[in-house]
């Protein structure tokens, strides 16, 4: 697996040079440019989807240190509640995300991705704490379905 350097938040639209603000929301876009990554931000009212050739994207929110932060469940808990909604179909891309999460806080890691039998991509991921082995249909959210997930997520486990 390669790992790619990609640089912070430039606090700054793109597209309209607004500095963006603590506490606003924002996107943020992947772009190949040559050999390397280049991170574009924008801000929410000049978001107009991914932008063409985008390696990926996703919308944040400009940390505020004068807000108090929300802590996320422990990643046992975590666990549980990705092992619980593995089995039902209807939650796979919030079970991807989650998945994604649990790699980001080092709880699983990525071992490769591989295709089922319907040509799909699925990650394997291995889980030191449980000596276990999953694998995780890579089902990117939908535009529409992304706040709903985040919003599930958040009020389940903080």
């Given amino acids: 697996m390669d790992l ?28 190949a440019d040559g050999a390397e990554l280049r991170r574009v931000d924008y801000s929410e009212e000049a978001w107009q989807g991914s932008p063409e050739g985008a390696i990926g994207w996703w919308k944040s929110q400009l940390p505020d240190h004068q807000v108090k932060h929300k802590h996320w469940a422990p990643n046992d808990v975590m666990l549980q509640f990705f092992e619980e909604i593995a089995t039902q179909p209807e939650k796979q891309d ?13 709880v699983m890691r990525l071992e490769e991705t591989e295709h089922d039998q319907q040509g799909r991509e699925v990650m394997v991921l291995y889980c030191p704490r449980r000596e276990a082995t999953y694998r ?4 990117v959210p939908k535009e529409s379905r992304i706040d709903d997930i985040q919003d599930e997520l958040a009020r389940l486990l903080q």
């Avoid at 640089?7 to 040079?17: D, Y």
């Avoid at 079970?95 to 080092?106: C, D, M, P, T």
């Fill in 136 to 139: 995780i249909p890579v089902v």
């Fill in 94 to 106: 919030m079970n991807y995300v989650l998945a994604l999460l649990l790699v980001r806080r080092r």
């Fill in 4 to 31: 790619y350097d990609v640089q912070r938040c430039t606090k700054h639209c793109i597209e309209t040079g607004k500095e963006l603000m603590p506490g606003e929301l924002f996107y943020s876009a992947l772009l």
